[in-house]
């Protein structure tokens, strides 16, 4: 009898357009490979699917952002005895929060840009700019801005309390994109993004032709040493599971800053794991059915 695989998609947070497209890209390839797929899409209540999800083998978690992925729906399966894809509830809410994650990155001896956390818009910053302001648990670069200089600041932090209760100011580190997936506790090929804008923002991330990509990226061996050594630990500390993908800026001296863990990676067309998974020979269906084996 084939597997049964439920895609749970959707949600209410920024990223819901990119969950969908995730997921209808997870569905095609679990058809493909054979599997018995059912797509369950909500909104808000995804509660009401319980007996549905109870009587999939494995429901492939394709949220990004929001409650999907700061580990609230990840709590509530594990409450309804339901087996899913990616990293626990714990470590989904560790790597949701960027400020907590990069602490762990710190105390591991693991660069990472100096940040401080801004709880109300009358914090005073200490951070000089350039800097980058950004909701502490967002993902997709959603309400990021870059500030150049004192007089855009007010805008920024009143733009990033829009998606957040607390935000983080983090110093703006010149230097290249980088991004590595890891599944099953092995670092895949390196991806360096090379956005058509300044910034590698929600626009460049999804919309095919604004980003260049180059994988594996063109890294001197000891700098590929360090990001693939620096993720092990990071993806072992934060508590991780199954795959996730670590982002960096390489500066110019060839020092990766950690950014940040994102535990339920893209898997749409343009996304960046996928073509990790390529460059090491393995296609998209080939991925999917990896990640849903070493769940199972």
């Known amino acids: 009898?084939?597997?049964?695989?439920?895609?749970?998609?959707?949600?209410?947070?920024?990223?819901?357009?990119v969950s969908i497209s995730s997921g209808q890209a997870i569905i095609k390839a679990c058809n493909e490979i054979g599997y018995m797929v059912s797509e369950f899409l909500f909104k808000n209540n995804y509660k009401k699917f319980a007996g549905m999800l109870q009587e999939q083998d494995l429901i492939f978690n394709a949220l990004h952002g929001g409650m999907g992925e700061n580990g609230e729906v990840q709590k509530w399966m594990d409450k309804i005895n339901v087996k899913y894809t990616g990293s626990g509830a714990t470590s989904s809410s560790l790597c949701m929060n960027k400020a907590e994650s990069k602490s762990i990155a710190k105390a591991s001896g693991i660069a990472t840009p100096k940040w401080q956390l801004i709880k109300k818009k009358q914090d005073i910053v200490k951070i000089k700019p350039p800097l980058i302001v950004k909701p502490n648990d967002q993902g997709s670069t959603v309400g990021l801005s870059v500030v150049n200089n004192k007089s855009e600041m007010a805008d920024a932090i009143k733009k990033a309390f829009q998606f957040g209760e607390n935000i983080i100011i983090e110093e703006f580190i010149n230097g290249r994109e980088i991004t590595i997936p890891i599944i099953d506790s092995s670092p895949y090929p390196i991806v360096e993004i090379s956005p058509l804008k300044p910034l590698y923002d929600y626009e460049c991330k999804y919309t095919p032709g604004m980003s260049k990509?180059?994988?594996?990226?063109?890294?001197?061996?000891?700098?590929?040493?360090?990001?693939e050594s620096n993720t092990m630990v990071l993806f072992d500390k934060l508590g991780c599971s199954i795959y996730a993908r670590a982002d960096y800026i390489l500066d110019r001296h060839g020092i990766p800053y950690f950014l940040e863990m994102n535990t339920l990676p893209g898997m749409t067309s343009t996304s960046l794991v996928p073509k990790s998974a390529n460059a090491k020979g393995l296609n998209f269906n080939e991925l999917i059915s990896t990640i849903i084996k070493l769940s199972l």
């Open 1 to 17: 009898m084939s597997l049964k695989v439920g895609v749970l998609m959707g949600g209410a947070s920024e990223e819901r357009d």
């Open 213 to 227: 990509y180059h994988c594996p990226a063109k890294l001197e061996d000891m700098v590929v040493k360090r990001i």
